[in-house]
C-alpha cells in the first residue's frame, strides 16, 4: 500500500485547509486510517483516526471540534478537514493505515503499519 498525503500550504490563523490521502496498491477500505503530524523539533502525534467499518471517529483533544476527519472509500481516499487553524497547527502532516482491525482506532504511532510522505501545514499569525 502507497499512501500519497496533498493539500499543505500556508494559511492564515483562522483560515481553512483540507488535506487528501489517496491510496494506492490495494484498498483501503477495510483499514483504519489515521492522521498524525510532527512540528519541528517535537515528536510526532496523534490527529484524527477513522474506521474501516462504520467510520467512527477519534481526535486529539488539541484538534476537537476544529479538525474532521473522513473518508471515501469509493475513492481509497481520506480527508482531514482543519479549520480555525492556529499556529500551534504548524507540522508536517502524515497519514497512516492501520491493517489490524477495521472497527477500532488506534493513536499509537507503532500500531499503523503503512504511512505517506507527509505534507507540510504552516499556519501563520
Known amino acids: 500500500v502507497q499512501l500519497q498525503a496533498s493539500g499543505g500550504g500556508l494559511v492564515q490563523a483562522g483560515g481553512s485547509l483540507r488535506l487528501s490521502c489517496v491510496a494506492s496498491?490495494?484498498?483501503?477500505?477495510?483499514?483504519?486510517m489515521g492522521w498524525f503530524r510532527q512540528a519541528p523539533g517535537k515528536e510526532r502525534e496523534f490527529v484524527a483516526a477513522i474506521t474501516g467499518t462504520f467510520g467512527i471517529t477519534s481526535y486529539a483533544d488539541s484538534v476537537k471540534g476544529r479538525f474532521t476527519i473522513s473518508r471515501d472509500n469509493a475513492k481509497n481516499t481520506v480527508y482531514l478537514q482543519m479549520n480555525s487553524l492556529k499556529p500551534e497547527d504548524t507540522a508536517v502532516y502524515y497519514c497512516?493505515?492501520?491493517?489490524?482491525?477495521?472497527?477500532?482506532?488506534?493513536?499509537?504511532?507503532?500500531?499503523?503499519?503503512?504511512w505517506g510522505q507527509g505534507t507540510l501545514v504552516t499556519v501563520s499569525s
Open positions: 497512516a493505515a492501520d491493517t489490524r482491525v477495521p472497527y477500532r482506532t488506534s493513536r499509537i504511532l507503532n500500531e499503523y503499519t503503512y
Open positions: 496498491g490495494r484498498t483501503v477500505s477495510s483499514y483504519a
